[in-house]
């Protein structure tokens, strides 16, 4: 049997377990930063497999990544959201 990830459910949940990580202050911090970097790599896997997806998620994977202060991820989603709206991805 051949499964395909879910990347858009795995990133939504994963950034809500940013976010509930963070609301709670959980402890170890470290936890909540690899968590919101899987965050990002899902998301990377969803752009290659579903731009559409990708586009809606983007806006809340940015905000997460701004209040950790990520800014060079948080720059990657920006780049590649320009570059599939004007029409270069795929």
Sequence with gaps: MNQRADWFSTVELLICAVLRRREVGAEPRTETAQTLRNAHAAWR????????????????????????GWKSRSEDVVRWVDKTMSGGAR
């Design 45 to 68: 896997a969803l752009a290659a497999e579903d731009p559409e997806g990708a586009l809606e998620l983007s806006g809340a994977l940015v905000d997460v990544l701004g209040k950790f």
